[in-house]
């Protein structure tokens, strides 16, 4: 196996923020099961690339014919791996996806329009508006198949609910279009979904767009964790390539920084299909590329081209994990639902006594496991943790067993 995997104490030992971040109220150690990275090594194939840019001094700013590479390489990896044809020109090197998500809304979104966030939701998109005077409007999500109807909707935002297991989360399209017709400027869209684990289907895709597209409105689509799909029985679709209209109003951020674990190096791409778009984003983009990474962007370079084989076996790892936790938590009350996609986990604790205390707080002071609190995700969900599985069987085995005994 490839793949390098380390012990709770080397990983603690090692300083990592994951590792070191989170401790009981006492100091002692937690596991680490909340900043999304891997523990495990990255691919060698990336590794090697990297030690050989150190090892022969590559260690300043970004070289112009670098921006040119990752465009290649991206262009390359989204046509082999999702079926996604993009010309290397439509590619824009940039620092990581938060900037790019600054920077669209800074540049690109109306003064003071609000930005809808579906929820639960990665952490700073509830936190990033607001402190650019953009007022977020959270849209919680739905756990059934169904959608009510007044009977004025477009019908095209209708029929992917019906295919959904109850369980899944889907996004609430009557509360996106509320937002819309209250001024919202931008979606930000999550997929695959951290924190749920849903892949979102094609149809659903096309739901959305088909109503964006009625509004003067942007998506951001935050396709991150794209690389990591677990399930092998679905299809990973970018909602850009699905028409030439979704694409004139949509940024699509990726990077290879979750799928490879090498989140510590700011590099990430952003694609514009768009010529109208791409002009715009260029009267800026120089800016939000400046603190990319050259060391980042040549692994990145080197996780599209040539480290496949080690991400498979990082999948079925990270499969196996969730698949345990599926068993573990069948017929108890904890609400789990088996991530389609990304290593990032959804855990519910509505039906679990826990004497007052937030999941996060329980998970931390009993059993010693560090996640994110529910809350943090979003309004709805303070019974609610978000936890990391992208670990070794050993350590998942640990966190499903501490998620068990607080039942």
């Known amino acids: 196996m490839s793949v390098q995997t380390f012990t709770p104490q080397q990983l603690r030992d090692t300083g990592s923020l994951k590792w070191t971040g989170i401790t009981r109220s006492n100091g002692d150690p937690t596991i680490g099961a909340w900043v999304a990275e891997m523990d495990f090594g990255t691919a060698p194939e990336v590794s090697k690339v990297m030690k050989d840019a150190i090892d022969n001094g590559l260690l300043g700013y970004q070289p112009p014919w670098l921006e040119g590479a990752i465009q290649e390489a991206t262009a390359s990896f989204q046509a082999q791996r999702f079926g996604w044809d993009i010309a290397p020109s439509d590619v824009r090197l940039v620092a990581s996806v938060l900037p790019a998500l600054k920077e669209t809304i800074r540049r690109c979104v109306r003064p003071g329009a609000p930005i809808i966030v579906p929820t639960p939701a990665y952490m700073p998109f509830l936190t990033i508006p607001g402190a650019l005077d953009h007022p977020v409007i959270e849209v919680p999500s739905l756990r059934t ?9 477009d019908e095209a935002t ?4 019906a295919s959904v297991s109850p369980k899944e989360w889907i996004l609430d399209l009557d509360g996106i279009r509320r937002g819309l017709e209250a001024g919202a400027g931008l979606v930000i869209l999550c997929n695959p979904w951290n924190p749920t684990g ?9 739901a959305l767009g088909h109503l964006v597209s ?8 935050d396709e991150i964790h794209s690389p990591l799909i677990i399930d092998p029985t679905v299809t990973f679709t970018s909602y850009a390539r699905l028409s030439p209209t979704f694409a ?4 699509t951020a990726t990077a290879a920084s979750k799928g490879w674990n090498i989140a510590g190096l700011p590099s990430a791409q952003v694609i514009l299909p768009d010529a109208a778009l791409r002009e715009k984003w260029d009267t800026f983009g120089s800016e939000v590329a400046h603190g990319a990474n050259v060391i980042g962007t ?5 996780a599209y081209t040539s480290a496949d084989a080690w991400q498979r076996e990082v999948i079925d790892i990270i499969r196996s994990n969730a698949d345990d936790a599926e068993k573990a938590t069948a017929g108890t009350p904890i609400d789990y639902v088996r991530p389609q996609g990304t290593y990032l986990t959804w855990w519910g604790f509505d039906g679990v006594d826990l004497g007052g205390l937030s999941p996060a707080k329980a998970l931390r002071e009993g059993p010693g496991i560090g996640v994110n609190a529910g809350l943090s995700l979003g309004a709805d969900y303070a019974q609610w943790a978000r936890i990391n599985l992208a670990c070794s069987p ?3 085995r640990t966190i499903i ?6 039942l």
Do not use: K, N
């Open 401 to 406: 067993d501490g998620a068990l005994s607080l």
């Open 198 to 206: 849903r892949v979102l289907s094609r149809d659903e895709l096309e």
């Open 158 to 161: 209708l029929p992917y609910a």
């Open 248 to 251: 004139a109003h949509t940024v």
């Open 145 to 153: 198949p169904s959608i009510s109807t007044s009977g004025d909707e």
């Open 214 to 221: 009625q509004y003067d409105a942007l998506v951001f689509s």
């Open 394 to 396: 050993d350590v998942a």
């Open 298 to 302: 040549l692994g990145a370079i080197a």
